[in-house]
């Protein structure tokens, strides 16, 4: 559905996409994970056939977006980031020009909008006007704009951004729905809701792909070398020595909190899961546990993992 | 052309589903009639010596109105797109920059006869209570808003150029009133040049409006400022179309 082959893309002198390549199949939900300024955003609007690729080539359905652009971009339904709208119109109203401008007949138009107005929540605002909703409103307009010619691809930068947690649980649901039977491409710097939404992910930085995969194997690729964290009510001491003995422990530091209990951090010296070894000793020593966690993986640890090698070069 | 009509429509009703659009139309409603109380004022019960459409066109309310009007109207067409970012869901749609700049240019020139309308209210008050009975005549009235369409035309299709290569309303407003008054002074400038059978002066008299209005307003259709107006206009047109257009040639 999508192939970019070497996309290059640069503003005056800054190169926001550095050589990228990747292909996305039928039916798949991809995301592109990344920090601001990673050149998701870039990527997305050469998808989208809103700016031009300083090199290499991007097909959408086979359609090149620079040459065939139009019709790249009848199977597109884009929505940018910050979802700009026009504030003056109302709901169903916009959807309509929109269905409209997308090549739709007056009819078939009409039935489109209602069913993506049904599909996106949007069926008791429909006669409001856009600049009066409340911001998760507008971003479901948006949505239903992207959704309204029903395109083989949608490409949505940063869907959830600003909403909240209820709202945010409903784009989900709703963009986890339309995996299959349309193709997605989002953006996000969230990283459970690429675990929650997409097939694949991508991850972005500074313009290059970095990694690919799918979330399962990239949180099992990250799970090594992640920190456990242990509460458990026993001598400090005779803990720091346990701590001690064990060679799969790198590093640990103890800390007193409340009560009896101490907390320890635990870091593995090569990748391995430390609570099973945390819960014989306690079974083994009698004494209580209150909690046993590994730390999850924040977005940053991610980035730190995948780049590391690249920082690590020039030293 | 299926695009065109959805585009315009829309086009149209930002102007007419905005407060905005209503303050442009009330604005000049008032200068078209400040204008009028002024020239028949001035007249009294004196024989008129041209019809008052004439008049009009030579009074500095007309340019005036002229001259603000168009930045006014045409700051917003691209300029507020970009800056909303609207211009990134319109332009990422299957539509082609002809269309787009087509409808744009073509609203505008709607909203600026509508905005002129109020006009043939000031004609017919005038024709009914003055001795002017040649106000509300056919060919006069047509003329004149010959005049005004073309003049709005030039000066609207500039608005959508400055519109296009500016981000902001501020600055497309800007730039375009600065186009309007250069060349006002040099329709002034024009009109102030011995007349000779020089190529010269010929080619300034092009750029002399305010005879070119006169003459409309007469009832006289001239054709070198028939073709003057069209061409400037296309020429304007066409230079947007390629500004919009190299948002998509390769860097």
């Known amino acids: ?315 | 052309m299926r695009i065109f009509w959805v585009l315009l429509r829309r086009e149209l009703s930002a102007y007419f589903l905005s407060l905005t659009g209503y303050v442009i139309i009330a604005a000049i409603a008032f200068l078209t009639g400040a204008s009028f109380v002024q020239l028949i004022n001035a007249q009294g019960n004196d024989p008129w010596p041209m019809p008052v459409a004439q008049m009009f066109f030579g009074s500095f309310y007309f340019w005036m109105i002229v001259l603000l009007s168009a930045p006014v109207i045409t700051m917003r067409l691209f300029a507020l797109e970009k800056s909303s970012g609207t211009y990134e869901t319109l332009m990422t749609a299957p539509v082609d920059d002809l269309q787009v700049v087509a409808a744009k240019f073509t609203a505008a020139l709607v909203f600026y006869v509508v905005m002129w309308l109020p006009l043939l209210a000031s004609l017919f008050l005038v024709g009914r209570f003055t001795n002017q009975s040649a106000a509300l005549d056919y060919g006069v009235v047509g003329g004149m808003y010959l005049g005004i369409f073309l003049a709005g035309g030039f000066f609207l299709s500039f608005g959508c150029l400055a519109s296009a290569v500016s981000r902001t309303q501020m600055v497309a407003a800007m730039i375009s009133l600065a186009f309007g008054v250069s060349q006002f002074a040099l329709a002034w400038w024009a009109k102030n040049m011995a007349v000779s059978e020089d190529w010269r002066s010929q080619l300034w008299s092009c750029f002399n409006m305010f005879d070119h209005m006169n003459d409309l307003a007469r009832g006289a259709v001239d054709t070198r400022a028939l073709v003057f107006y069209l061409t400037m206009t296309f020429l304007f047109l066409f230079l947007t179309l390629r500004i919009v257009e190299s948002r998509r040639w390769k860097s």
Request: aromatic content about 6%; glycine content about 8%; some cysteine.
């Open chain 1, 1 to 315: 559905m999508i192939e970019i082959s070497n996309l290059t893309k640069r503003y005056a002198g800054r190169t926001a996409v550095d050589d990228i390549s990747f292909h996305v199949a039928r039916g798949e939900i991809v995301g592109l994970l990344g920090p601001n300024g990673a050149g998701k955003s870039t990527t997305m609007r050469v998808l989208s056939g809103f700016l031009p690729a300083t090199s290499g080539t991007v097909r959408v359905a086979g359609f090149d977006v620079f040459h065939d652009s139009k019709e790249a971009r009848r199977r597109v339904g884009y929505m940018p980031e910050n979802n700009p709208l026009y504030p003056e119109m109302r709901v169903r109203e916009y959807l309509k020009f929109r269905a409209r401008l997308k090549g739709l007949g007056r009819r078939q138009s009409r039935e489109r909008v209602s069913i993506v107005m049904d599909q996106c929540g949007l069926a008791d605002v429909s006669k409001r006007v856009i600049g009066q909703l409340s911001k998760g409103y507008r971003q479901r307009v948006g949505l239903a704009d992207a959704l309204v010619h029903d395109p083989e691809l949608i490409i949505l930068d940063e869907p959830t951004i600003g909403l909240d947690p209820h709202q945010i649980r409903a784009v989900r649901a709703l963009i986890k729905s339309l995996g299959g039977r349309h193709t997605v491409l989002i953006s996000t710097h969230i990283l459970p809701e690429v675990e929650m939404m997409c097939g694949r992910v991508l991850i972005m930085f500074n313009g290059r792909v970095l990694a690919q995969d799918t979330p399962e194997n990239l949180q099992h690729r990250m799970a090594g070398g992640s920190q456990v964290i242990a509460e458990i009510a026993a001598p400090a001491d005779a803990l720091n020595a346990a701590w001690e003995t064990f060679g799969e422990i790198e590093h640990f530091d103890v800390t007193a909190t409340d009560g009896a209990f101490f907390r320890c951090a635990l870091t593995p010296r090569n990748g391995c899961d430390l609570r099973p070894l945390v819960f014989s000793l306690v079974r083994e020593k009698g004494w209580t546990l209150r909690e046993l966690t590994r730390s999850r993986h924040t977005l940053e640890d991610i980035y730190v993992q995948v780049t590391k090698p690249r920082t690590e070069e020039p030293e």
